[in-house]
């Protein structure tokens, strides 16, 4: 299964990743951090199928998708 990763600390919640996840993956939080930044969330991670719209979206490179590991043959 693909794993998808938001790297809080770079993330300024601006909301971009979740408009482009076709899967709607991602949502926003529903509080803000100690920055005060309401950031990007992972809410149904098994939905992911790895096509990384959303870490090419993101203007601050806050994603981090890993595709699935292949079976070897
Ligand atoms: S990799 Fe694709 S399916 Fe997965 S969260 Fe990002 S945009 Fe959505
Ligand atoms: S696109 Fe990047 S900066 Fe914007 S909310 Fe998503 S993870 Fe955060």
Do not use: F, H
């Not at 909301?15 to 951090?33: Q, S």
């Not at 309401?38 to 979206?57: S, W």
Request: proline share 5%.
């Amino acid at each position: 299964m693909p794993e998808v990763r938001i790297l809080s600390r770079y993330c300024k919640g601006c909301g971009l990743c979740v408009k482009a996840c076709p899967r709607g993956v991602l949502r926003m939080a529903d509080t803000v951090d100690r920055r005060g930044v309401r950031i990007a969330i992972v809410r149904a991670e098994v939905a992911c199928t790895g096509c990384a719209n959303c870490a090419v979206m993101c203007p601050d490179a806050a994603i981090e998708v890993e595709a699935a590991a292949r079976t070897p043959a």
